[in-house]
């Protein structure tokens, strides 16, 4: 794959800074990262895209944004190399409602609360 680095790309340029100026305006930020397709990568491609995954996160975890990163779906769930399929759809959806950043930013409610 042609993997742009992070900080020579433009639209990681562009998010960081729509991410400060929503924040700057009062607005809640929840930031999910991924999954991508790994099981359409070489060791090579893997490697360059966990060094990826390791700067946004690094940014996110800087910046106080809240996020999820998931794990991969299994393939079956994948369309191409980074949109799921309806279930893969589903199944992120579940993983977000089960995640501690994401009920406590988006929800307002706290770690211990239970899911509906």
Do not use: C
């Amino acid at each position: 794959m042609d993997w742009v680095e992070l900080e020579g790309s433009l639209q990681w340029r562009f998010f960081r800074d729509s991410v400060k100026i929503l924040k700057a305006r009062g607005n809640t930020v929840f930031v999910l990262v991924g999954p991508f397709n790994e099981h359409r990568m070489g060791a090579k491609d893997l490697a360059v895209y966990r060094k990826i995954q390791g700067g946004i996160e690094t940014w996110l975890r800087q910046n106080d944004v809240p996020y999820y990163m998931p794990a991969a779906l299994p393939a079956a769930l994948y369309v191409d190399a980074s949109h799921p399929v309806a279930e893969g759809y589903a199944s992120l959806a579940g993983q977000l409602l089960g995640n501690a950043s994401f009920r406590s930013a988006i929800l307002g409610r706290s770690e211990s609360a239970p899911a509906d």
